[in-house]
């Protein structure tokens, strides 16, 4: 019920947008005059506040690339793209970014229909949908009313039935919704923070070395045991890495 109602009031208020606050304009101010330690400093400080946006988690990973921070960046492009699962800027930044990291990985193929669904809830954030069930709940009201009022006869069905899809349909995008609300909350991915790290067999430090990785590599978080993480990588390879070797997304 807590989720539900988190996800009804993002698709009225749907995001904080840092671009309305004089903060972010003065940090884009910096950027653009090439003073990006400044800029970063600026754009973190809007985040401590609490300000969640697309945008400032963009411009924050661009201060970064600027760096050849590329750790940072892939970290705040991968936090954007969560919000903003469709923008091509994040998108294309993210993707140029990956291509300064070391390791390369190929994900494992995702079975058609998997792709297919990721595919319909990448077009809108939560809020997005969130929008969506409220508009298709407001439709099925108005023409569940007109049934009882206007219509009559052949017609005064064929709007009740069309009210009742509505309805269907609004709890299709609710249930679209709360997975893309659950999936946006999830913070069990991470990017890996230092030069090189040894993944191990078990969280110790003297058991086998697997294989190693290298800074800005995504990887999910599976399990966490006092200082140590296990991960999986997209290839579906499996390790343990010490806490402090990750940054969560």
Same mark, same amino acid.
């Given at each position: 019920?807590?989720?539900?109602?988190?996800?009804?009031?993002?698709?009225?208020?749907?995001?904080?947008?840092?671009?309305?606050?004089?903060?972010?304009?003065?940090?884009?101010?910096?950027?653009?005059?090439?003073?990006?330690?400044?800029?970063?400093?600026?754009?973190?400080?809007?985040?401590?506040?609490?300000?969640?946006?697309?945008?400032?988690?963009?411009?924050?990973?661009?201060?970064?690339?600027?760096?050849?921070? @590329?750790?940072?960046?892939?970290?705040?492009?991968?936090?954007?793209? +969560?919000?903003?699962?469709?923008?091509?800027?994040?998108?294309?930044?993210? +993707?140029?970014?990956?291509?300064?990291?070391?390791?390369?990985?190929?994900?494992?193929?995702?079975?058609?229909?998997?792709?297919?669904?990721?595919?319909?809830?990448?077009?809108?954030?939560?809020?997005?949908?969130? /929008?969506?069930?409220?508009?298709?709940?407001?439709?099925?009201?108005?023409?569940?009313?007109?049934?009882?009022?206007?219509?009559?006869?052949?017609?005064?069905? @064929?709007?009740?039935?069309?009210?009742?899809?509505?309805?269907?349909?609004?709890?299709?995008? /609710?249930?679209?919704?709360?997975?893309?609300?659950?999936?946006?909350?999830?913070?069990?991915?991470?990017?890996?923070?230092?030069?090189?790290?040894?993944?191990?067999?078990?969280?110790?430090?003297?058991?086998?070395?697997?294989?190693?990785?290298?800074?800005?590599?995504?990887?999910?978080?599976?399990?966490?045991?006092?200082?140590?993480?296990?991960? +999986?990588?997209?290839?579906?390879?499996?390790?343990?890495?010490?806490?402090?070797?990750?940054?969560?997304?």
């Amino acid at each position: 019920m807590r989720k539900l109602v988190v996800i009804l009031f993002l698709a009225f208020s749907y995001l904080s947008f840092a671009e309305n606050i004089p903060e972010f304009n003065a940090a884009n101010i910096l950027y653009n005059t090439g003073q990006y330690s400044k800029a970063i400093e600026a754009y973190k400080a809007i985040v401590d506040k609490g300000t969640v946006s697309s945008n400032l988690y963009l411009n924050l990973g661009n201060s970064y690339f600027k760096l050849n921070k @590329i750790a940072d960046a892939i970290i705040n492009y991968e936090r954007a793209i +969560k919000l903003s699962p469709s923008d091509e800027d994040i998108i294309f930044n993210l +993707k140029v970014a990956n291509t300064k990291i070391v390791d390369k990985i190929d994900p494992a193929p995702k079975f058609f229909i998997t792709e297919w669904i990721d595919n319909v809830m990448g077009v809108f954030t939560s809020g997005g949908w969130g /929008w969506l069930v409220v508009l298709s709940f407001w439709i099925a009201a108005g023409l569940f009313l007109t049934v009882l009022f206007v219509f009559k006869g052949q017609m005064k069905r @064929i709007v009740f039935v069309a009210s009742i899809a509505f309805v269907f349909l609004a709890i299709g995008f /609710w249930v679209i919704a709360f997975t893309k609300y659950s999936a946006e909350t999830n913070n069990n991915f991470g990017v890996i923070y230092n030069e090189s790290v040894y993944v191990k067999a078990s969280p110790d430090e003297k058991s086998t070395d697997l294989f190693i990785l290298h800074e800005g590599t995504k990887s999910e978080i599976l399990n966490t045991l006092n200082e140590w993480v296990q991960i +999986k990588l997209q290839n579906g390879n499996v390790g343990w890495i010490a806490i402090n070797d990750i940054v969560r997304i």
